[in-house]
Protein backbone atom coordinates (compact mmCIF):
# COMPACT_ATOMS: atom_id res chain seq x y z
CA UNK A 1 0.00 0.00 0.00
CA UNK A 2 1.24 3.31 -0.89
CA UNK A 3 1.88 5.54 2.29
CA UNK A 4 1.06 9.30 0.86
CA UNK A 5 1.11 12.56 2.64
CA UNK A 6 -0.34 15.61 2.01
CA UNK A 7 -0.64 19.17 3.00
CA UNK A 8 -3.68 20.97 3.16
CA UNK A 9 -4.50 24.98 3.06
CA UNK A 10 -7.41 26.90 3.83
CA UNK A 11 -9.01 30.44 2.71
CA UNK A 12 -11.83 32.21 2.08
CA UNK A 13 -13.21 34.64 -0.97
CA UNK A 14 -16.25 36.87 -0.89
CA UNK A 15 -18.06 36.22 -4.55
CA UNK A 16 -21.13 36.85 -6.14
CA UNK A 17 -23.05 33.87 -8.50
CA UNK A 18 -26.31 32.53 -9.36
CA UNK A 19 -28.08 29.35 -10.41
CA UNK A 20 -30.49 29.93 -13.38
CA UNK A 21 -31.74 26.87 -13.28
CA UNK A 22 -32.48 26.40 -9.84
CA UNK A 23 -35.17 24.52 -9.12
CA UNK A 24 -38.85 24.97 -7.49
CA UNK A 25 -38.38 25.85 -3.20
CA UNK A 26 -34.86 27.84 -4.11
CA UNK A 27 -35.95 29.50 -7.29
CA UNK A 28 -34.01 32.78 -5.25
CA UNK A 29 -30.92 31.23 -6.37
CA UNK A 30 -31.77 32.21 -9.81
CA UNK A 31 -30.69 35.45 -9.41
CA UNK A 32 -27.16 36.60 -8.22
CA UNK A 33 -26.69 36.29 -4.45
CA UNK A 34 -23.07 36.84 -2.33
CA UNK A 35 -21.58 34.20 -0.51
CA UNK A 36 -18.34 33.62 1.47
CA UNK A 37 -17.10 31.06 -0.36
CA UNK A 38 -14.80 28.83 1.47
CA UNK A 39 -11.78 26.52 0.02
CA UNK A 40 -9.98 23.74 1.34
CA UNK A 41 -7.00 22.30 -0.86
CA UNK A 42 -4.92 18.90 0.06
CA UNK A 43 -2.04 18.44 -2.40
CA UNK A 44 0.23 15.42 -2.11
CA UNK A 45 3.73 16.15 -0.56
CA UNK A 46 6.76 13.36 -1.46
CA UNK A 47 8.74 14.21 2.16
CA UNK A 48 8.69 14.89 5.32
CA UNK A 49 10.20 18.58 5.01
CA UNK A 50 7.21 19.64 3.25
CA UNK A 51 8.35 20.05 -0.41
CA UNK A 52 5.71 22.60 -0.85
CA UNK A 53 5.51 24.86 2.23
CA UNK A 54 2.20 25.84 2.77
CA UNK A 55 1.70 29.25 3.93
CA UNK A 56 3.41 30.07 0.47
CA UNK A 57 0.85 27.91 -1.13
CA UNK A 58 -1.98 29.29 0.34
CA UNK A 59 -0.63 32.98 -0.23
CA UNK A 60 -0.12 31.81 -3.75
CA UNK A 61 -3.82 30.70 -3.83
CA UNK A 62 -5.14 33.86 -2.50
CA UNK A 63 -3.28 36.19 -4.71
CA UNK A 64 -4.73 34.15 -7.68
CA UNK A 65 -7.99 35.20 -6.68
CA UNK A 66 -6.71 38.47 -5.83
CA UNK A 67 -5.74 38.92 -9.52
CA UNK A 68 -9.76 38.08 -10.64
CA UNK A 69 -11.98 40.13 -8.60
CA UNK A 70 -13.46 42.62 -9.51
CA UNK A 71 -12.07 46.25 -9.48
CA UNK A 72 -11.05 47.41 -5.52
CA UNK A 73 -14.36 45.94 -3.59
CA UNK A 74 -12.13 42.29 -3.98
CA UNK A 75 -15.32 40.59 -4.87
CA UNK A 76 -15.47 37.30 -7.01
CA UNK A 77 -17.90 37.76 -10.36
CA UNK A 78 -17.92 34.36 -10.61
CA UNK A 79 -21.74 33.73 -13.14
CA UNK A 80 -22.95 30.61 -12.55
CA UNK A 81 -20.01 28.74 -11.42
CA UNK A 82 -20.82 26.14 -8.80
CA UNK A 83 -18.73 24.98 -6.03
CA UNK A 84 -17.69 21.73 -8.43
CA UNK A 85 -16.58 24.21 -11.61
CA UNK A 86 -14.88 26.09 -9.02
CA UNK A 87 -12.84 23.37 -7.61
CA UNK A 88 -11.89 22.13 -11.25
CA UNK A 89 -10.73 25.59 -12.17
CA UNK A 90 -8.59 25.97 -8.53
CA UNK A 91 -7.60 22.68 -9.81
CA UNK A 92 -6.57 23.23 -13.20
CA UNK A 93 -4.22 25.89 -11.68
CA UNK A 94 -2.89 23.62 -9.55
CA UNK A 95 -2.15 21.04 -11.52
CA UNK A 96 -0.32 22.96 -13.88
CA UNK A 97 1.85 24.64 -11.47
CA UNK A 98 2.27 20.87 -9.08
CA UNK A 99 2.04 18.26 -11.59
CA UNK A 100 2.11 14.71 -11.06
CA UNK A 101 0.09 15.06 -8.19
CA UNK A 102 -2.90 14.14 -6.23
CA UNK A 103 -5.22 16.44 -5.25
CA UNK A 104 -8.47 17.56 -3.57
CA UNK A 105 -10.56 19.94 -3.50
CA UNK A 106 -13.11 21.21 -1.69
CA UNK A 107 -15.71 24.85 -2.18
CA UNK A 108 -18.61 25.63 0.46
CA UNK A 109 -20.93 27.74 0.40
CA UNK A 110 -20.16 29.91 3.85
CA UNK A 111 -18.81 27.50 4.92
CA UNK A 112 -22.07 25.46 5.28
CA UNK A 113 -23.07 23.42 1.89
CA UNK A 114 -20.21 22.59 -0.87
CA UNK A 115 -18.46 19.98 -3.11
CA UNK A 116 -15.59 17.64 -2.43
CA UNK A 117 -13.69 17.10 -5.64
CA UNK A 118 -10.93 14.60 -6.47
CA UNK A 119 -8.08 14.48 -9.17
CA UNK A 120 -5.85 11.61 -9.17
CA UNK A 121 -2.37 12.20 -10.10
CA UNK A 122 -1.80 8.97 -12.71
CA UNK A 123 -3.79 6.08 -13.09
CA UNK A 124 -4.55 3.69 -10.14
CA UNK A 125 -2.13 0.71 -10.17
CA UNK A 126 -4.27 -2.83 -11.62
CA UNK A 127 -4.95 -5.32 -8.75
CA UNK A 128 -2.60 -7.85 -8.28
CA UNK A 129 -5.34 -10.19 -7.85
CA UNK A 130 -8.91 -10.87 -8.99
CA UNK A 131 -11.49 -12.04 -7.25
CA UNK A 132 -14.69 -13.87 -8.68
CA UNK A 133 -18.04 -13.88 -7.69
CA UNK A 134 -17.57 -16.28 -4.26
CA UNK A 135 -14.47 -14.06 -3.24
CA UNK A 136 -12.03 -16.96 -4.99
CA UNK A 137 -8.40 -15.49 -5.97
CA UNK A 138 -8.09 -16.29 -10.10
Do not use: W
Request: charged residues 30%; contains cysteine.
Amino acid sequence: MKNQKFIFVTFQKEGIHCYPDAPEGVEFLRNPHRHMFHFRVDIEVFHDDRDIEFILFKRELEDRYRLEAVGHTGVLHIDHKSCEMLADDLATYIQTTYPDRDLKVEVSEDGENGAVCFYAAREQAPLLYQHDSLGRES
